[in-house]
């Protein structure tokens, strides 16, 4: 440990590998057990919630209760204890003699927090999903040599507001990605590697775009294999291009582009489908569909061994942990368990039905889209788009699809429609050229 580690470790707060507390007291006995049943951690006493140094001095008294509390778990744990500028560290190790509990029940760590459940929970959780699950393996063949992408690197640090205080190993050793031996776990594969199908071809992400309200005509399909984080980008990227956009002007104020499903929920089910979804199948994909009345978010996995049924949107539990951590990083998600509520509070919000979960093998979401009369519309929605090229005769279809809220498959059905009745030509190539407007929509 020195002053940079530790301004940096101040400045990242709590994670999956990290625990703050301000001093000593029982509890502590619940986050060495957390750390030990997952992969290991370090718990900083002498730090306030609000990632500040209050202070704490490491006496001989204080340095046996804290070894004690360790060995009085069950089964006992090793942790080593020191101090750095006021602040005492106990560094806890990935325990190979799994499960432990403390007086006050088993502990696991998700993210930034311990979680409690039963012995059984624990139990059947590593039983399926194995006792090193997939993101905290280490992807022998990645390295930084081989796939390590330094662009994807430093945009994670510039969205986590992560500085880069301490050298680049030290930084992904603090986040958890990379283990002692500089060895690269699959959650750090997941996030900074340039093309994930090349290491883990099972997280690419599908997105596919039908015709009517079954999988017989398929208009466009998109395949995206980056790292997590575009992936994610590529697949919102993909929803806005393909459904409808309303806009809502209040006063004076700018112009809210309003999506027909919740953008909230949509991105919400998307991120928690990469987060949460089962990497050690290998034969399926997240996939995203978009159907006439409904888009559907499938992930592979279903329930996480662990949540019973009837608890589902009660209680969470991450397959992923250490993915987990990363995708709250860069604040696409806030903590375990929140995100079923706010996808139907979304909804609710929007006047749409709750969207529908289902869980096999696949934990598949299902939202509503708004309803729309074709019939009743066309006549403001060529109106629109003459009124805008008639403004910008150079205006491109994406310009157009984003001002009228039409895909771009619905922007060009709508041009060829007024080209077909000589109300608009094109005049000059398609790049450099510009629309005239010739007639008027009756």
């Not at 699959?186 to 590697?193: I, P, T």
């Not at 575009?230 to 697949?235: F, M, P, T």
């Not at 956009?245 to 919740?262: A, D, N, Q």
């Not at 919000?349 to 019939?375: D, H, M, S, Y």
Request: hydrophobic share 40%; glycine share 8%.
């Amino acid at each position: 440990m020195n002053k940079k580690e530790l301004e940096f470790i101040l400045q990242q707060g709590e994670g999956q590998y990290i625990e703050f507390k301000e001093s000593f007291d029982k509890s502590l006995a619940k986050e060495i057990v957390a750390f030990a049943n997952a992969i290991g951690g370090r718990i900083f006493l002498g730090v306030d919630d609000k990632n500040r140094i209050s202070g704490c001095k490491l006496t001989n008294k204080l340095k046996s209760r804290i070894i004690n509390m360790a060995h009085n778990c069950d089964p006992k744990i090793e942790v080593s204890v020191s101090s750095f500028d006021n602040i005492v560290i106990i560094e806890v190790k990935e325990s190979d003699n799994k499960l432990h509990k403390c007086s006050f029940g088993f502990y696991f760590r998700q993210g930034a927090n311990s979680q409690k459940m039963t012995r059984d929970e624990i139990r059947e959780f590593f039983n399926k999903e194995g006792k090193i699950l997939f993101d905290e393996m280490v992807h022998k063949n990645f390295s930084f040599k081989n796939g390590f992408d330094e662009n994807k690197f430093n945009f994670f640090l510039e969205k986590a507001k992560i500085s880069k205080v301490l050298p680049k190993k030290d930084i992904l050793k603090n986040l958890g990605v990379l283990n002692d031996k500089g060895e690269f776990r699959n959650a750090g594969v997941l996030f900074f590697c340039q093309r994930v199908e090349e290491f883990i071809p099972q997280a690419i992400v599908t997105c596919v775009l039908y015709k009517g309200k079954d999988k017989v005509f398929i208009i466009d399909k998109k395949d995206f294999a980056a790292d997590s984080y575009s992936n994610y980008q590529n697949a919102v990227e993909f929803l806005y291009r393909n459904l409808r956009l309303s806009y809502e002007i209040k006063g004076f104020g700018p112009r809210k582009e309003i999506l027909e499903v919740p953008e909230d929920a949509l991105k919400e089910a998307l991120v928690n489908a990469l987060a949460h979804r089962d990497y050690l199948e290998k034969g399926a994909n997240v996939l995203v569909e978009i159907y006439d009345n409904r888009v559907e978010i499938t992930n592979p996995g279903g329930l996480v061994s662990a949540i019973k049924k009837d608890e589902f949107g009660k209680k969470s539990f991450s397959r992923n942990p250490l993915l987990f951590s990363l995708f709250k990083r860069v604040d696409l998600v806030e903590k375990v368990g929140s995100g079923i509520g706010r996808m139907r509070r979304a909804m609710k919000g929007a006047g749409l039905p709750l969207p529908k979960f289902e869980f096999t093998n696949f934990f598949t979401v299902t939202f509503t889209r708004a309803i729309k009369t074709v019939g009743k519309t066309v006549g403001k929605t060529v109106g629109k788009i003459l009124a805008l090229i008639n403004e910008n005769p150079k205006i491109t279809r994406e310009e157009l699809s984003v001002k009228t809220g039409l895909t771009i498959r619905g922007v060009e059905w709508n041009i060829a429609r007024l080209k077909q009745k000589k109300l608009l030509k094109r005049i000059g190539p398609a790049k450099g050229g510009y629309w005239e407007v010739i007639g008027k929509w009756e």
